[in-house]
């Protein structure tokens, strides 16, 4: 193709993924409209441009509260799944584990499992263990349930790092720990990257636990707060739309600037088998 | 086994323990803990808690309201898993394309995936409003009722649904693409071949295998879905959105029946699991390419 006729190609196809994602920027346009253009359209863009809708949402709602808990539960939940994960990850793909087989069966099976099958019964648990409406009880339940992902994609990771170097570290006498923290680790960081990101996703857009283990503001999540924003007489259209901005700045921010680790660790947990 | 072996054996024991204490504890134990439930009658606000064997089983067998559910799940996960595969592999295939803007397009595509699905139904319920949304003012005088009209309720969370997951299969193909070496491609065009004949002869069949896997994930999900209908319209209107996780989760916690709604949770499981299954038998025999 000559260069014109490429270029005009890319644009169309960057138009039409913007077109694409549409329902994403008419709700930002929306948080920015005045109250009263709310329900007249069209004209489709608003006459000026307010910030109204975030201050009720930051001054008046429980939004910046969810947004304090999201942040430390997903923080949280990521630390604790990494910290877990990486020496079974290890153990995985580099160490002599007795039943191994069966364990990355186990992995990947429970990588299937539907959040309802586990829900009543766990809910029976936080209960009993007095840990419903806490930050605690939310953090290990979604650190379990991003577990078996995180030791899988690990696993992969480890097994692209070059053994030699740990072999080398080995003759030169560094024990097991040494030789993960200085060798492995490093070497193991653009991975570590890709995983954390995805587990802080899993963590932070997750839905049906957060919602069934939360009671109040204390622990109460992005989703579950946006979710049961409160309309007092009508639907209050350009709060929720601010609210639903604020409840994607962090993923969005995560496309936009931490784009390749997040495909990387998308890509590895479909193909590697 | 020498003793050094064992020793290293151990270590990997020691390193897998809290994973495997962790899967135990919140996973393998409330998944055997939801069998027991779900033999129950149990009702805790009555003070009803009894071992009632197959009962709860045998009830789903004759209601109307669990196969209505069911039908719903069926046609929601093969509605959205087609559209998916279908308009991610025309969304790889696009991006493949680009020269320059590449992570601009990747930006805008992984958009709708990134974000909360509370988010995503939110939007929609914006775009689906009866006056002022989106849609409706774009069809002009043919506009719909779309979340409360019990006929377009399931095809409106079917959309919301593909918009927002389509893009993980638009990524995997594309990341498969760009695995083909191009080498493949100039061969197939000292042979004559077209464009289009590249396209079903070449591309498309190397995809194969990865679509396969992608569909297998998509549909693991689709068959779990509840956050999308449950936020955009709670399983209504009449029930024509409620999915059997859906009726789950209101047998659970909203008319609060633990052991009847824990048969349902298990249902859901045995039929994640049998797909599961079937998908992977498929992709054993190798009758995708690789």
Not at chain 1, 10 to 15: G, L, R, T, W, Y
Not at chain 2, 127 to 132: F, G, Q, R, V
Not at chain 2, 202 to 211: F, S, V
């Amino acid at each position: 193709m000559r260069r014109p006729v490429r270029t005009l190609a890319d644009v169309a196809v960057v138009v039409a993924l913007a077109a694409y994602a549409i329902p994403f920027f008419w709700q930002l346009l929306t948080s920015f409209k005045p109250e009263a253009e709310l329900l007249r359209v069209p004209p489709l863009l608003p006459s000026r441009l307010t910030l109204s809708h975030y201050r009720v949402v930051i001054e008046q709602s429980l939004m910046p509260r969810a947004l304090g808990n999201s942040l430390g539960i997903a923080t949280l939940t990521t630390l604790v799944a990494l910290v877990a994960g990486m020496p079974a990850a290890y153990a995985v793909a580099r160490l002599p584990l007795p039943g191994k087989r069966p364990l990355l069966l186990a992995i990947v099976a429970s990588t299937a499992f539907p959040q309802i099958a586990t829900v009543s019964p766990l809910y029976l648990l936080m209960r009993a263990l007095d840990l419903r409406d806490t930050w605690t009880g939310l953090v290990l339940v979604h650190a379990s349930f991003a577990l078996p992902l995180t030791v899988w994609l690990l696993a992969g990771f480890i097994r692209e790092i070059p053994i030699e170097a740990e072999e080398a570290a080995s003759v030169d006498g560094a024990g097991l720990v040494r030789t993960f923290r200085w060798v492995v680790v490093p070497l193991l960081a653009p991975g570590l990257a890709s995983t954390a990101l995805l587990t802080f996703l899993f963590s932070w857009n997750e839905f049906l636990f957060a919602y069934t283990f939360t009671v109040s503001e204390a622990s109460r999540t992005i989703p579950v707060a946006l979710a049961l924003f409160p309309g007092v007489f009508e639907v209050p259209w350009g709060d929720i739309a601010a609210a639903s901005m604020l409840a994607s700045l962090p993923p969005v921010l995560i496309v936009v600037a931490l784009q390749r680790f997040l495909v990387r660790g998308l890509v590895a947990g479909a193909v590697k088998e | 086994m020498t003793g050094r072996e064992a020793a290293a054996q151990r270590r990997a024991l020691v390193c897998v323990a809290p994973t495997v204490l962790a899967l135990g504890a919140l996973t393998v134990y409330p998944g055997i803990w939801v069998l027991w439930l779900s033999l129950q009658h149990r009702i805790p606000i009555f003070d009803v808690s009894r071992f009632a064997g197959l009962e709860n089983y045998a009830f789903l067998a004759v209601d109307s309201r669990f196969w209505s559910a069911a039908h719903t799940t069926a046609i929601f996960t093969l509605g959205s898993v087609a559209l998916e595969v279908t308009l991610g592999v025309t969304a790889a295939l696009a991006i493949h394309t680009v020269r320059r803007g590449r992570r601009l397009a990747l930006s805008l595509l992984l958009l709708a995936w990134a974000m909360p699905a509370v988010v995503a139904a939110k939007l929609f319920e914006w775009l689906y409003h009866p006056a002022a949304g989106l849609i409706n003012v774009a069809l002009g005088r043919y506009s719909i009722n779309w979340l409360g009209d019990p006929a377009a309720a399931l095809p409106a969370v079917i959309l919301a649904d593909v918009w927002r997951t389509m893009p993980f299969v638009a990524i995997l193909c594309y990341a498969r693409l760009l695995a083909i070496p191009a080498d493949v491609y100039e061969a197939a065009q000292v042979d004559g071949a077209g464009r289009l004949a590249t396209l079903t002869r070449i591309t498309l069949p190397l995809l194969g295998r990865i679509l396969l896997l992608a569909a297998l994930f998509r549909t693991l999900d689709a068959l779990r879905a509840f956050d999308i209908m449950f936020v955009l319209t709670g399983g209504g209107p009449a029930g024509t959105t409620e999915t059997l996780t859906v009726y789950a989760y209101r047998a659970l916690f909203q008319t609060l029946q633990l052991g009847f709604g824990s048969a349902l949770s298990v249902v859901v499981f045995l039929l994640v699991m049998a797909v599961a299954w079937a998908y992977l038998k498929i992709l054993r025999t190798g009758a995708v390419a690789a």
